[in-house]
């Protein structure tokens, strides 16, 4: 909580459209004031704005391309700062395509918005969160991070977008079991396909002119929204909206722990026969 008794600053990054700026207008819904991150500086001014006028937050913007260190770099300070109570890192960008044709920069491109910079970012609020014992980070990755060994059509080529996305699950996975008992909640959503305009570009320039929806339909992102923010207050890790049968996630980590077990066990007996014994 703020000192006037507000919930703490929520930051929200690639807030322009889609899924960022759902979370933008539910969060302002329960009294947080925002900071909202993306490249369009015109369409945060407008959501600000907005918001403003609709929730009586308060809302900064910051016009940035996560991708670019100086930008970054500025990002980070705001969000290490002592107010911010939540983090949403929600930029990213999908570079599909087939993985000897995509351009090597875009490809880099990727991965400094899908990895490099939520866990900056991160690594950023995580510290003051831990030392007020309360906070929360929502990383959204994809339920492509999941579909490695699917091959494209119906789904796209995919190579290094989903193994972002996959980055972000064990990542945030890991850092949750790091940080239990501090009273900092982290969360990662894998969202499916979704109604936003994420699949209109590749990520090389942000889709110009006024908000539009793919047309491949998908779930509206204030279900995916919702979904995550009850999850949080749940407790919950990890959160795939619309899945039905909650019990898939804990049979993943069921399986994990059976590949851990299995090769431990067998490394450990290698090692008692001498096998894997160096020199």
Do not use: W
């Not at 980070?76 to 107010?83: F, I, L, P, Q």
């Not at 995916?224 to 619309?242: F, M, R």
């Amino acid at each position: 909580m703020g000192s006037d008794g507000t919930p703490g600053t929520a930051v929200v990054t690639g807030a322009s459209s889609g899924i960022g700026a759902e979370y933008a207008v539910r969060l302002a819904g329960r009294g947080r004031n925002l900071v909202l991150v993306a490249r369009r500086a015109e369409r945060l001014a407008a959501l600000a704005k907005r918001l403003r006028d609709s929730a009586g937050v308060r809302v900064e913007t910051v016009a940035a391309d996560l991708a670019r260190a100086d930008d970054l770099a500025r990002v980070a300070e705001r969000v290490a700062a002592d107010d911010v109570g939540l983090l949403v890192n929600n930029a990213g960008i999908n570079g599909y395509g087939p993985f000897p044709e995509v351009d090597p920069a875009l490809l880099g491109k990727v991965l400094d918005v899908n990895v490099v910079a939520p866990t900056v970012l991160t690594r950023a609020a995580v510290p003051a969160m831990v030392a007020r014992g309360r906070g929360a980070v929502i990383n959204v990755a994809s339920l492509l991070a999941f579909a490695g060994s699917l091959p494209p059509g119906p789904l796209p080529h995919r190579a290094v977008y989903a193994g972002t996305k996959g980055y972000l699950v064990t990542f945030t996975r890991t850092l949750a079991a790091e940080l239990a008992g501090t009273g900092v909640r982290v969360q990662v959503v894998c969202p499916g396909l979704t109604e936003t305009e994420f699949h209109l570009g590749a990520g090389e320039a942000p889709v110009a002119g006024e908000p539009r929806v793919h047309d491949d339909g998908g779930m509206p992102p204030v279900d995916v929204v919702a979904a995550s923010l009850a999850g949080l207050e749940a407790g919950e890790t990890v959160c795939v909206p619309g899945l039905a049968d909650a019990s898939a996630v804990a049979r993943l980590a069921a399986a994990e722990l059976h590949l851990r077990d299995g090769s431990g066990a067998r490394m450990a007996s290698r090692y008692r026969s001498g096998e894997g014994a160096e020199g």
